[in-house]
């Protein structure tokens, strides 16, 4: 086997067997964990063929106890990677035993959470290889590299596959022992792209070992692992089981879900010190402003306990605990809810010039109708400022509804005289455009049109460019681009300001910045701008009820987020009243209404209450909406979501696949609507297949 290492010894390559880094230079220990470095000869494989079936075509990674090649079976055309254990670590005898022992025991498992080994053989030059299943995705580690922390519920996803992926194992009598981030694969299966494949059970350990199978590998006495991640029974040499991968585990999630690591030290001495004697900070310490609920913070630290008997005691009773939390976590748990669909304006007499917008706040009109929406009832039998002076005095409004797909009218300023120069009649048509692609789900298509209307609009200084900005904004906030989307709103609100300080549109504009920094986590931001919103729409008095809707549905997104989920229903029956009284009980309103309470029910465990709401809306929107409006997905998803909850599996499976199948017509593959069915398809069919 060739060797390519340089002869100069100050830049050979060295690796930390303990947390698999390499390193050039003078150094002898990891500056990491102290840990002795050990010199690595390099080799160059690709173009060879092991055992006359691998094609080696690259190296694709290097490990504390081997590299990782791309090769390919020459007979079956099939793709592999292959682990070639390192040639410096040949000549010892207990390195050759324990990836032997790799092989056997990852051979040994049949789980579709734990990555499959096909083959195991050895060099004519004596090192030996493992053939496993080649993965194309990330690590665990690259997605939280740098502090990043990933969105809960998502995170529950991954920690509950990784919970089953090592159930499996541990029933079949192993222990990975250096479960770390970089060790669990994120790759794209079907509709999830989160599905979690285990890899690297290199220092695995047997449960129960017959008499001499472990030929001493991990005798007491013996440290393996990665010391960020490590037991306190495995920093003290101490007997290991199961429970020290629920501790590993534990200190994953504490990780992920927090961006920051439960234990750090400056060496290895250090760490393992801190893993025996020292409890993680809690999360209202280093992360006061995730509001990481309180339930998964303590299925975190009870799987971190320092004593095993204090952890749970199986990965079964831990995966039951993730699954309860699973469902109370705001977020994709339900469906996403508050991209809002915009109305179209309908043309008088046949002349552009005379259009009007229907559904303006300020004027609180019937929807326009046909496919693409329906005539309401314009009765005013309630006192909607009343009603919000009563929820604004009260302490706790509190507001939810992941939702407001309350149609908000876009003012665009197109009710505005706009029979000027040419110019002003194709920005307003660019903007009519958009609006229809955006109400299709073509956000790409949307945005490209509108940003087309804002250089024309600025060349000309066009009062339509506070419309554009708005429009613009909806769009990035739809693609879940929140930061962009609170940029174009706020210059839209500064425009209608510097064009008149028409407080309506200023509320319009107001009620979305809330919803954008509520979506980044800036509360105390969002329930000013919000609460503002609802202060000027109410003040207008008039036909405004709807628009305060709006602006309860807003707060209401911003309070779920916060678990106000009691005061939360109460509010959104003030609204679903107050739209439906003035939108009509069969609107697109009112569908959307009714999802957002649906939505408040079911997170507060009511799902008897939160079923019907849901089929209500689902039946409006298939009544009076095109069969591919994404709008109609998201009730399909919102009763997936339901029956999910509810362990009604087959009927929630039903739900999100005619969801998907309108989402994958109608939408981009990066659209955030998408990516969520998918999880929760993912998810679903995860529990139907471990039921």
Do not use: W
């Not at 009604?648 to 990066?670: F, G, H, M, P, V």
């Amino acid at each position: 086997m060739p060797d390519t290492g340089s002869g100069n010894a100050g830049n050979q390559k060295k690796i930390c067997v303990a947390c698999s880094k390499e390193y050039v230079g003078e150094m002898t220990v990891c500056p990491a964990d102290g840990t002795t470095l050990t010199p690595l000869k390099e080799t160059d494989l690709v173009g060879t063929v092991l055992g006359d079936r691998y094609e080696i075509l690259e190296l694709i990674g290097d490990g504390a106890m081997g590299q990782v090649y791309k090769a390919k079976h020459r007979l079956l055309k099939r793709i592999v990677a292959v682990k070639m254990m390192h040639p410096n670590l040949v000549s010892g005898a207990a390195a050759l035993k324990r990836f032997q022992k790799e092989a056997e025991l990852a051979s040994a498992l049949n789980h579709p959470n734990i990555l499959t080994v096909y083959d195991f053989g050895v060099t004519d030059g004596g090192v030996p290889y493992l053939v496993m299943a080649f993965l194309e995705g990330t690590s665990l580690a690259e997605q939280i590299a740098g502090g990043t922390n990933l969105e809960l519920k998502r995170s529950v996803h991954i920690f509950k596959q990784v919970s089953l992926g090592l159930a499996h194992a541990h029933e079949n009598g192993v222990v990975h022992r250096d479960l770390k981030p970089s060790n669990i694969m994120l790759v794209q299966l079907d509709n999830d792209p989160d599905f979690v494949k285990i890899v690297d059970f290199g220092i695995a350990k047997l449960l129960t070992p017959t008499e001499g199978e472990t030929d001493n590998l991990t005798r007491t006495g013996e440290v393996f692992g990665s010391p960020p991640y490590m037991s306190p029974e495995q920093c003290r040499a101490l007997k290991v089981d199961a429970r020290s991968d629920i501790y590993a585990l534990g200190c994953v999630m504490y990780r992920t879900v927090s961006g920051k690591q439960p234990i750090t030290g400056h060496d290895l001495i250090e760490y393992l010190y801190k893993h025996v004697n020292e409890t993680p900070a809690a999360f209202s310490i280093v992360c006061p402003e995730l509001n990481i609920p309180a339930d998964l913070e303590a299925i975190i630290f009870k799987a971190m306990a320092k004593q095993p008997d204090d952890r749970y005691q199986s990965m079964g009773e831990l995966r039951e605990a993730l699954d309860h939390v699973y469902q109370g976590i705001p977020g994709d748990s339900l469906t996403r809810t508050d991209i809002p669909r915009l109305e179209i304006p309908v043309v008088e007499n046949n002349e552009s010039s005379q259009e009007k917008i229907l559904t303006a706040p300020a004027n609180a009109a019937p929807e326009s109708p046909a496919k693409e929406a329906v005539s309401s009832s314009t009765s005013g039998n309630v006192s909607a400022p009343t009603v919000a002076n009563s929820i604004l005095a009260n302490k706790k409004m509190l507001l939810i509804a992941v939702g407001a797909v309350l149609l908000i009218g876009i003012s665009f300023a197109l009710n505005q005289n706009s029979g000027g120069s040419k110019g002003e009649k194709e920005i307003e048509q660019l903007q009519l455009d958009a609006q229809t692609d955006y109400n299709k789900g073509a956000y790409a298509l949307a945005k490209q049109k509108i940003r087309t209307a804002i250089k024309m609009a600025e060349k000309t200084n066009s009062p339509k460019n506070a419309g554009n900005r708005y429009l613009l904004g909806m769009i990035q906030y739809a693609q879940g681009e929140y930061d962009d989307a609170q940029a174009n709103l706020e210059t839209a609100k500064s425009l209608y300001t510097a064009n008149g300080n028409d407080p309506l549109r200023i509320a319009e504009c107001e009620a979305f910045i809330g919803r954008a920094e509520t979506a980044v986590g800036q509360f105390a931001e969002a329930e000013k701008d919000l609460k503002h919103s609802l202060e000027l729409r109410t003040k207008a008095g008039g036909s405004n009820s709807y628009a305060m809707a709006d602006s309860l549905t807003g707060l209401g997104y911003l309070y779920m987020r916060q678990g106000k989920i009691q005061d939360a229903i109460k509010v959104l029956k003030s609204a679903l009243d107050l739209t439906e009284k003035e939108r009509g009980a069969d609107s697109q309103s009112t569908a959307s209404a009714l999802n957002d309470l649906g939505q408040a029910y079911q997170l507060a465990s009511n799902f008897k209450a939160a079923e019907p709401l849901y089929k209500r809306a689902l039946a409006i929107r298939k009544n009076k909406l095109d069969g591919n409006s994404p709008f109609v997905a998201d009730s399909y998803n919102c009763l997936g979501a339901l029956y999910a909850s509810t362990g009604r599996l087959a009927e929630a499976k039903l739900y999100y696949e005619q969801a998907l199948a309108i989402q994958q017509r109608t939408l981009l593959a990066s659209d955030p609507r998408l990516a969520q069915t998918r999880q929760q398809y993912a998810d679903v069919i995860l529990k139907m297949h471990h039921r």
